[in-house]
């Protein structure tokens, strides 16, 4: 039971930050969450600390959770990275290419696909962002695997909050093209695809929405 409950108020503050109903920013006291949701602040504690561990919210000693505040400079920047590491990345990837690798990838890409069809924002985020840190694995490229692990964490909340349903699946189809080329061993065509496609997800970042409200209760309602 205990559980559940705490699995349902991260779904429901997960729900309230990624649609755009909470700022971010937004203190969210225990107290009120645990009147809101009518349960202990044991329960809200633990819930806050999983949000945390998915650097939905951040937790400061003495002060508090918070709402995360992602820079979309940083977020930029991190694009910036990301593309000159992951074009070569690519590249490389095409020189060494097996029917097993790439079964690993159409396999992913498959994944990614049921969940932009099944409208799973968390899901559908996760799995666009783990198809490049798949590709050092299959690698065997443990340290590139690592540093693309933590690169793409660090804007992941921006392309949770800020990428559309359409932009998604435009990623999942650009994906889907990044392996043919793999297939194809076109090295030169997978890192300008892949190249092409950050700079897509980029693009396609909504940072104009409309902005959300700070109050918790509403936000949940």
Request: contains cysteine.
């Amino acid at each position: 039971m205990e559980t559940t409950t705490t699995r349902a108020i991260v779904e429901a503050l997960t729900r309230a930050i990624v649609e755009h109903r909470l700022q971010p920013g937004t203190k969210l006291a225990e107290q009120k969450l645990a009147d809101h949701f009518g349960v202990s602040r044991t329960l809200v504690r633990q819930a806050l600390f999983q949000l945390s561990q998915n650097r939905l919210i951040r937790l400061e000693p003495a002060r508090g959770a918070f709402v995360a505040a992602p820079s979309v400079e940083e977020a930029r920047q991190v694009f910036a990275v990301r593309r000159m590491l992951e074009a070569e990345m690519a590249r490389e990837f095409a020189h060494q290419v097996t029917p097993a690798k790439l079964k690993a990838l159409r396999e992913h890409v498959a994944q990614e696909k049921t969940a932009v069809e099944g409208q799973d924002v968390e899901g559908r985020t996760e799995l666009l962002g783990d198809f490049h840190v798949r590709m050092a694995e299959l690698m065997g490229n443990a340290v590139l695997a690592q540093m693309l692990g933590e690169l793409i964490s660090r804007c992941a909340l921006i392309t949770l909050m800020y990428q559309s349903a359409s932009a998604a699946e435009h990623s999942n189809d650009e994906h889907a093209d990044i392996v043919k080329a793999l297939a194809a061993r076109d090295g030169d065509r997978a890192a300008r695809l892949m190249t092409e496609h950050l700079l897509h997800v980029e693009a396609n970042l909504t940072f104009d929405r409309q902005v959300p409200t700070s109050d918790i209760t509403l936000a949940l309602s």
